[in-house]
């Protein structure tokens, strides 16, 4: 667990540029992004749809090839250069680097809650199966869900599954969450509660996230917050941007 | 087959676990065995606010090779249905027997769960593909937890479902790499790793466009040619057209679907109040069911077999106007006109025939309280009246000799 916030960047994105080819010619989807993502930080990357936000994390998680440019990431001891490595290799790797979170919850059906959980553990191989239980038990108690384990997931609220799904993303405990509007289809009320769960993973457990939304009040409660904009990154960080201009920023 | 799946005794999980016949075939020939048989199904809810019955005592039986959608407002049950089906909760009272096997009584949640995963396939409104494994990954998972299948063979296996939903150029791709219509068929092709006789599918269209909505319905109707038993829970009336059988559940109960067929303009609530009121005749072929001039105090539904209008005279003997066939309804002119029977209704020549009925006044009230389904049983009553008029001119006798004599 990496537990303190350092200036060594865990996330490093060099003049990543993504072209998608279609039947109408060619689409920048992103325009030569730089970015440093800091151990520890909770960063907030907002955008209108199309803005490039979901290009920009499957550049990062290595789901989507790149066009130009490099993703380095710095963790557990290792840099590794994810457009890099060979189909095999960055799914091994992701699997223990990356949890991510998407919008829509992805839980299996036929499986329970702890099951959903024990699944991705696993598949990886990282914890004997007899204490893969355990911990998936856990994070269910971390996500304040633990009394439904044995439930399936038809059964449990949307709140309720997007918290499994996080914990799900942390089943082999990675040092980075990747999140992808993972509060996009929740009530307010409950999407506050979800927001609530990913500061504290970065406060108490030193992860770090990147999470992108189109949703511009949740600006002021990352610790960074940039905007993309058609395929670009505006460096200024938006909530001090907001603050300079006369906005005010929730503590 | 061994004898025991085809027997009539439903047997336990653990029988079927143990059995040899553990995989299941999904033969066209066994059309027409039972596949899912419910019996008082019984689901109470117990909240802070006290009990909900939110399921009272479902009698529901599908058969293999079905494609059924199960159709209800929201609240009225269907998904809690669906549930009772797939083993995700259990009914507080009654039987729920699934290719012969008992799935309730005296079975732990593991073994439930093996028996599912080997006979259910499952597929949701949301796509819940794993998104950090691939296509053929995803569609390789069941397999592993289902212990099916050699390892080597797993992924050829998958390959080729992935090839049926037409997703073999995609299947080393990541599901947030392919269209939301494709994840579907992706957790259509998962669902089926397994090869379970029975596909369940809750609001599986739910979240997509009407043209991928239209490929995964072709692909549930190519299933079903296959012998697969499909079961679809939907708010969609546009794809009810597209099933073999469509099940309406309101308020926790079944509609009798010969109701629903014969007046589908009724709201769910009168459908299931004449759900109620209904009661059953059967008549033997050639039985008269209403004579010529004779009050009529009944409305009728055809729920099996058919029925024959004729008109007599004595120049041109029997003039057969048409013949009626399930789900269809004859009464109704006299009722909303009043008056007598203007013509003769018998059970066909073949085979007996099988009339729900719904007494006068019953009938009446429900009308009032239905303009929608009044206004379009006048339009049926003016053609039929139409048709009746021209066969009756042409039998000697007009019609205008009845009207004079209406009380």
């Given at each position: 667990m990496n537990s303190n916030p350092s200036s060594q960047p865990i996330i490093e994105?060099?003049?990543?540029?993504?072209?998608?080819?279609?039947?109408?010619?060619?689409?920048?989807?992103l325009k030569g992004i730089n970015l440093q993502v800091r151990a520890g930080e909770f960063l907030g990357i907002i955008g209108k749809s199309g803005a490039g936000k979901s290009t920009l994390l499957n550049m990062i998680t290595g789901v989507d090839h790149l066009t130009e440019g490099e993703v380095l990431v710095h963790a557990d001891g290792s840099s590794v250069s994810v457009h890099r490595m060979k189909e095999d290799e960055i799914a091994f790797w992701r699997g223990r680097t990356m949890g991510v979170v998407f919008q829509s919850f992805q839980l299996l059906p036929m499986l329970t809650l702890v099951e959903n959980i024990t699944l991705p553990m696993d598949l990886c191989g990282n914890f004997h199966p007899k204490r893969s239980r355990e911990r998936a038990l856990e994070l269910l108690r971390l996500m304040e869900i633990e009394e439904h384990a044995d439930k399936f997931p038809s059964l449990i609220s949307g709140g309720q599954q997007q918290r499994v799904a996080i914990a799900r993303a942390l089943a082999n405990d990675p040092p980075i969450l990747i999140a992808d509007e993972p509060t996009g289809s929740l009530d307010s009320v409950t999407a506050d509660h979800i927001f609530e769960l990913f500061q504290r993973l970065v406060e108490e457990q030193g992860k770090t996230i990147v999470m992108v939304t189109h949703?511009?009040?949740?600006?002021?409660?990352?610790?960074?917050?940039?905007?993309?904009?058609?395929?670009?990154?505006?460096?200024?960080?938006?909530?001090?941007?907001?603050?300079?201009?006369?906005?005010?920023?929730?503590? | 087959m061994s004898p025991r799946r085809s027997s009539p005794q439903p047997v336990s999980v653990q029988h079927a676990m143990t059995s040899a016949d553990l995989t299941p075939v999904p033969s066209p020939e066994r059309r027409g065995e039972s596949m899912i048989d419910m019996h008082g199904v019984v689901k109470t809810f117990k909240s802070a606010a006290g009990e909900f019955t939110v399921l009272k005592g479902i009698d529901l039986?599908?058969?293999?090779?079905?494609?059924?959608?199960?159709?209800?407002?929201?609240?009225?049950?269907?998904s809690t249905l669906l549930n009772m089906i797939t083993g995700i909760d259990h009914p507080t009272a009654g039987r729920v027997v699934i290719g012969g096997?008992?799935?309730?009584?005296?079975?732990?949640?593991?073994?439930?769960?093996?028996?599912?995963?080997?006979?259910?396939?499952?597929?949701?409104?949301f796509f819940q593909l794993m998104p950090m494994l691939t296509l053929l990954e995803n569609v390789m998972l069941p397999m592993d937890y289902a212990e099916m299948y050699d390892f080597d063979e797993r992924p050829k296996r998958a390959m080729e479902l992935l090839e049926l939903v037409g997703l073999e150029k995609f299947a080393n791709k990541l599901p947030v790499l392919v269209s939301t219509g494709q994840q579907q068929l992706?957790?259509?092709?998962?669902?089926?790793?397994?090869?379970?006789?029975?596909?369940?599918a809750d609001e599986p269209t739910g979240n997509l466009d009407t043209k991928s909505a239209d490929v995964i319905i072709d692909l549930f109707e190519e299933l079903s040619r296959r012998g697969k038993t499909i079961v679809m829970v939907t708010h969609d009336p546009s794809l009810t057209s597209r099933t073999t059988r469509n099940i309406i559940i309101s308020d926790g109960e079944l509609i009798n679907e010969t109701v629903a067929k014969a007046l589908p303009w009724l709201r769910h609530r009168h459908m299931l109040e004449f759900s109620k009121l209904v009661q059953t005749e059967i008549y033997p072929p050639k039985a008269t069911i209403i004579s010529r001039d004779e009050h009529v105090e009944k409305f009728f539904m055809i729920h099996k077999g058919e029925v024959e209008v004729v008109l007599f005279d004595r120049k041109h003997g029997e003039t057969i106007i048409s013949r009626l066939k399930p789900g269809e309804f004859f009464g109704e002119i006299e009722l909303i006109r009043g008056g007598k029977s203007i013509a003769n209704v018998r059970a066909g020549a073949n085979a007996p025939v099988e009339v729900l009925t719904i007494r006068r006044e019953d009938f009446q009230r429900v009308m009032e309280q239905s303009p929608i389904t009044a206004e379009a049983l006048a339009k049926i009553v003016q053609e039929r009246l139409k048709e009746h008029r021209a066969a009756d001119s042409r039998s000697g006798r007009g019609l205008f000799s009845f009207f004079r004599r209406r009380p």
């Open positions: 994105l060099r003049d990543v540029v993504k072209v998608y080819s279609t039947a109408a010619g060619d689409f920048p989807a949703d511009q009040s949740l600006a002021p409660r990352f610790s960074r917050t940039l905007r993309i904009t058609d395929g670009e990154l505006d460096q200024a960080d938006l909530a001090e941007a907001d603050l300079r201009s006369g906005g005010r920023r929730k503590k | 039986t599908i058969y293999r090779g079905e494609f059924v959608s199960i159709v209800g407002k929201s609240g009225s049950g269907k096997t008992d799935i309730y009584t005296g079975v732990t949640e593991s073994q439930r769960s093996k028996w599912r995963g080997r006979n259910l396939g499952i597929v949701f409104q992706a957790a259509i092709a998962r669902a089926l790793a397994c090869d379970p006789p029975l596909l369940v």
